[in-house]
T-cell receptor, first 114, second 115 residues
């Protein structure tokens, strides 16, 4: 039972345009959401996070949006750069029960074309 | 640069060998984790240590044996592994397992191949 889902295995975007990566979750106990970026032969790198008390968090070119009622979050990258090409994992956690450990989505491979 | 250091980066071993993976962090974090990641899959949690004590074992086979000698170090001892254990093994740390709003920071992993 996948509690965190990334339904798009891959996404291609032109350099300079916006990249939008999506993530859905089912466990209502989740209240902290993260995005990690992973290059081949490296570990996941923490990118940005959002607490459930917010609906938006911005850090430079990266913005994460959270829609709690829809159990949906998205990562916007503007403008996209070729160096952003990587696998992006959405992850979630909460304080109690099955939500206590970090749960990852299956990842989306982003390719930014020059 | 990653603040979680894992050694070795690559390891090839036979099914009868004994080897250890090492992980070190100097961020003062009190929670440390082992994950296993297969190709094109998300990381899967194996073990969690909190304040140097084993807190969670996700039903991992006994051929994997974790050890936390001190708050900065985490080892994973390997013995009699199977070919299906070939994967990327990731170590991570966070401030505290009970703090929700804190990210885990990952090392670059050890790529393990079992012959």
């Amino acid at each position: 039972d996948q509690q965190v889902k990334q339904n798009s295995p891959s996404l291609s975007v032109q350099e300079g345009r916006i990249s939008i990566l999506n993530c859905d979750y089912t466990n209502s106990m989740f209240d902290y959401f993260l995005w990690y970026k992973k290059y081949p032969a490296e570990g996941p790198t923490f990118l940005i996070s959002i607490s459930s008390i917010k609906d938006k968090n911005e850090d430079g070119r990266f913005t994460v949006f959270l829609n709690k009622s829809a159990k949906h979050l998205s990562l916007h990258i503007v403008p996209s750069q070729p160096g952003d090409s990587a696998v992006y994992f959405c992850a979630a956690k909460g304080l109690a029960g099955s939500a206590r450990q970090l749960t990852f989505g299956s990842g989306t491979q982003l390719t930014v074309l020059p | 640069d990653t603040e979680v250091t894992q050694t070795p980066k690559h390891l090839v071993m036979g099914m009868t060998n004994k080897k250890s993976l090492k992980c070190e962090q100097h961020m003062g974090h009190r929670a440390m984790y082992w994950y296993k990641q297969k190709a094109k899959k998300p990381p899967e949690l194996m073990f969690v240590y909190s304040y140097e004590k084993l807190s969670i074992n996700e039903s991992v086979p006994s051929r994997f044996s974790p050890e936390c000698p001190n708050s900065s170090l985490l080892n994973l001892h390997l013995h009699a592994l199977q070919p299906e254990d070939s994967a990327l093994y990731l170590c991570a740390s966070s401030q505290d397992i009970d703090r929700v709003n804190q990210p885990q920071h990952f090392g670059d992993g050890t790529r393990l191949s079992i012959l």
